[in-house]
């Protein structure tokens, strides 16, 4: 059967591969997201529009003629002040409110078009494509593919396996896990809470700026690109566990999987009803996802 | 004597006075000066008005965050839209919309209501973005583009008729449906059921030991919010001439949670006052340029920091004192209901 | 006297623990019945699994000679069982008589639920009877939320009482309150058990004796022992389990 043997090779397996390039985009971002909420029970609507900065900010910068290499560490260390600021002077005000959930989500999303128009003001509409820092494509099991793209799972998957690391076996993490687990008991241990959830949501917006540099030469860059990315992001934290961290990565990747093997199946329009199929699904019947939450597992 | 929400309740019918007031008083001048412009965007104020209305019985009463709203409303514009193109008949239209928004409302209840808090939030979120996309992919319901060419519908009320076309007609009929709908959600809220809705607000886990199934209510109060966005739903094609999947997408279901933030959360009124100014906001900074979303969110974000009740909030707490005070002066003692019923 | 409540083999267990294992004991008609036991002894599991918050896993609960296991709480409400909880469970944003006024409305019938809220009528007698009755006329357009602690305690009986229930089951109504407070309420129990049926859970053991026609003690999930509050003061098995703790 050589046909089948063939559509495995040179349709099916490229295919799966884009995917796992979007998959760990994804999971960057997911990973922000998640730890927001498993930390300060914020869903932050305005996660997608972190990614828009960090992508609009390497297109910036890169015109300035800063160097692709250097921007990847430039673009998530500039995001950190953003989220401090974010966190200490508009979160907080609302954080101890009788509704957080509502005010934080809220607040968030009024963030989310101020941003977007900020870009739109700063950058025009228009979609820009940055120049591809690794061209030429490399031949894996005798299918070309992109080189950046496989640069790009790579470097995610290091961060990845780093982050994971960082709060799993760091004694930051500890920190961070314990006052996930119970903020109480963690200040009275001597943890400054303010700062772990400054730190934190800083963080996660760090890591949402990086998936935009690494991003932005493979997807075109545009105000609102942050709006079609979270609702993946989301989907995918909802799926994995909102608070958990393995549960992104095995979520994002199966989700993305799902996504590309199903644009090469159905067709890709279809795709994403698919997938926000899924999240509904989980959200009907396993409301907290696959995996238990940030310090809860 | 009265209940704290019954005075809250006329609080909001004197705002609402005061809107349909206002509303008549531009009518009047509108239509002197021949304007078409200003009346057509009162009538689409007035129609997102209903969908932030709509919101506002989950936010405001039920203590549920829908951010996926604009489906019903986006349900009730293409059945509406369908009807109007196969049958323009007014009634025939709103009929439909009104089903269609019954139907789907208990299927998108029985899956919302599942789960509760930010999981509510979010699932509501997932159904409406699955239908918008699937909305988009069907050519049947003109994808992407939508339906268009709606037909201009001549409405027969009783022994006068007149058209969609007619700005100042039409616009008084949403304003009295749109009108209706307050009405009845108000007078629902007011009664033993509508006391068990706002129960579901302030403590849902007590709900049960007071005889009633939380759930059953939660899931009335999610059905009579989709009604209410697909009655109001059906209006827009009336007045813009097609739908588009826009309707449902989150950025409508924003919008109208922008506008009650904005009005007041849980006054009902705040919804249509919220619709109103926002909307006549991004007409007016849309025509100086077209960053409006940067002045609606700093509004909304304002809103969030510094005016939790909303626009209402500037107003309504002296009403209610001087409606207190005004009940207290009829009835004197809190016991003297039982002497006033001799 | 006949039994108002009876429960019949009651058990559930949460993964290996078994919380109520195997309770069986009756409520007399305008008695007083009394659960005692020490903290984690399954009380107010067992206030649960009457109430229909938990379904048993084994057991029968029997209401008036009717079979009511495992119904939803709101079922058991309706059948004429009102409880209160342990940590005080108010609707607190709302003023003190639309709380009254919310638990009486289940007086009126299904059919007035879409009519306007009615000014006269068995709901609205009923809350300016409690109103009265439980001195809380300087405070109904009180928030709920900002009563003193001991008035809280108080509207909750009296929601309790709104519904006109067969049977009040009160999970520690004295918790936390002062000791004039907690006589009141004592004084408060013994007026009601005239017109009501009790089933209480106190640790004030002093009150329990005072109070309690018949006392059931629990121990580990288990009933140790019931009968009179003499006998059981008596009982070596309780004292051992219970008194002789201290």
Not at chain 1, 41 to 53: K, L, P, R, T, W
Not at chain 1, 112 to 126: Q, R, V, W
Not at chain 2, 79 to 98: E, H, K, M, N
Request: with cysteine; glycine share 10%; hydrophobic share 55%.
């Amino acid at each position: 059967m050589p046909h089948v043997t063939d559509y495995l090779q040179f349709v099916l397996a490229p295919q799966m591969l884009n995917g796992l390039a979007l998959g760990v985009s994804v999971i960057l971002v997911a990973l922000g997201l998640t730890i927001i909420f498993g930390l300060l029970d914020v869903i932050n609507m305005s996660h997608g529009e972190y990614y828009a900065i960090g992508a609009f900010g390497a297109l910036a910068l890169a015109l300035a003629g800063v160097n692709y290499w250097l921007l990847i560490v430039l673009v998530p260390v500039l995001m950190v002040p953003l989220g401090v600021l974010v966190e200490r002077f508009l979160i907080r005000r609302v954080y101890h409110g009788a509704d957080r959930h509502v005010s934080t989500l809220l607040l968030t999303f009024g963030l989310a078009l101020i941003f977007e128009d900020l870009l739109k003001i700063i950058f025009g509409p228009n979609t820009h494509r940055p120049e591809n820092p690794i061209r030429g494509a490399t031949e894996v099991l005798g299918v070309l593919i992109p080189t950046y793209r496989l640069f790009l799972i790579a470097i995610g998957a290091a961060v990845i396996v780093a982050v994971a690391l960082v709060v799993y076996r760091t004694r930051l993490g500890a920190m961070v896990r314990a006052a996930a687990y119970d903020s109480n008991m963690a200040a009275s241990l001597g943890v400054r809470i303010g700062w772990v959830y400054s730190g934190a949501f800083a963080f996660g917006v760090a890591l949402a700026g990086l998936a935009g540099v690494l991003l932005a030469p493979v997807y075109s860059v545009f105000p609102t690109m942050g709006r079609d990315f979270i609702l993946m992001a989301f989907t995918v934290v909802i799926v994995g566990g909102m608070g958990s961290i393995w549960g992104v990565v095995i979520a994002g990747i199966a989700l993305t999987q799902v996504q590309a093997i199903a644009s090469l199946i159905i067709s890709p329009v279809w795709a994403d009803p698919i997938v926000f199929g899924v999240m509904v699904l989980v959200l009907m019947f396993r409301p907290q996802g696959l995996f238990g939450r940030l310090g809860h597992a | 004597m009265r209940d704290r929400l019954e005075i809250s309740m006329q609080a909001n019918h004197g705002l609402f006075a005061a809107l349909v007031t206002a509303g008549l008083i531009f009518g009047a001048v509108a239509s002197a000066t021949g304007d078409v412009f200003y009346l057509r965007l009162a009538t689409e104020a007035l129609i997102l008005g209903g969908l932030a209305l709509s919101v506002d019985i989950l936010l405001g009463f039920t203590g549920l965050l829908s951010l996926g709203q604009a489906l019903y409303f986006g349900i009730g514009a293409y059945v509406s839209a369908l009807v109007l193109r196969a049958a323009p008949d007014f009634w025939l239209a709103i009929g439909a919309a009104t089903g269609a928004a019954l139907v789907a409302g208990i299927v998108g209840g029985l899956i919302a209501n599942r789960v509760r808090g930010v999981y509510f939030a979010l699932i509501t979120f997932g159904m409406a973005q699955i239908v918008a996309r699937v909305v988009y992919n069907t050519r049947e319901l003109g994808a992407s583009d939508g339906l268009i060419g709606v037909p201009v519908l001549e409405i027969p009320l009783g022994p006068v008729s007149f058209s969609a076309d007619d700005p100042l007609g039409f616009f008084l009929l949403t304003f009295v449906i749109i009108g209706l709908l307050y009405g009845a959600v108000a007078y629902l809220l007011s009664t033993p059921f509508g006391r068990v809705i706002v129960a579901l607000k302030a403590n849902e886990s007590r709900v049960p030991y007071l005889g009633y199934s939380a759930w059953a209510a939660r899931m009335a109060a999610y059905v009579v919010a989709a009604l209410v966005a697909g009655i109001a739903g059906a209006l827009y094609p009336m007045l813009r001439g097609f739908v588009s999947p826009e309707l449902m997408f989150f950025a409508s279901s924003g919008n109208a949670l922008i506008m009650v933030v904005v009005g007041g959360v849980g006054t009902l009124v705040g919804a249509l006052y919220g619709a109103v100014v926002l909307t006549v906001l991004k007409s007016v900074i849309g025509s100086l340029t077209e960053h409006h979303l940067i002045v609606v969110g700093g509004i909304f974000i304002a809103a969030i920091l510094f005016m939790p009740k909303g626009l209402m909030g500037l107003v309504r707490p002296a009403m209610m004192r001087w409606l207190l005070a005004r009940a207290e002066a009829r009835a004197p003692r809190s016991g003297a209901v039982r002497r006033t019923t001799q | 006297m006949t039994d108002v409540l009876s429960l019949d083999g009651l058990s559930i267990a949460f993964g290996g623990l078994r919380a109520v294992d195997d309770v069986s004991f009756a409520v007399r008609e305008r008695a007083v019945t009394t659960v005692i036991g020490p903290n984690g002894a399954g009380k107010t599991t067992l206030f649960n699994l009457i109430s229909g918050a938990l379904k048993p896993q084994a057991g029968r609960v029997t209401l008036s000679g009717r079979d009511v296991t495992g119904l939803s709480s709101a079922a058991m409400h309706r059948a004429g069982l009102a409880r209160s909880f342990q940590i005080t469970n108010l609707f607190s944003e709302m003023t003190v008589r639309e709380n009254l006024r919310l638990a009486a409305q289940v007086l009126e019938p299904v059919s007035h639920a879409l009519r306007p809220l009615r000014r006269r009528g068995r709901a609205a007698d009923k809350v300016e009877a409690l109103i009265d009755r439980f001195s809380l006329d300087a405070k109904v357009h009180e928030p709920a939320g900002a009563l003193s602690h001991g008035e809280q305690r108080r509207l909750e009986i009296a929601m309790c009482l709104a519904s006109e229930p067969q049977i009040l089951m009160l999970d520690e109504p004295t918790q936390g309150m002062s000791h004039a407070d907690t006589a009141d309420t004592g004084q408060l129990i013994r007026d009601l058990a005239r017109e009501v049926t009790i089933l209480l859970i106190e640790h004030d053991i002093g009150l329990v004796m005072e109070l309690s026609d018949h006392v059931v003690v629990m121990h580990q999930g288990r009933k140790l022992a019931e009968g009179g509050p003499a006998a059981i003061r008596a009982d070596p098995q309780v004292q051992a389990a219970y008194f002789g703790q201290g």
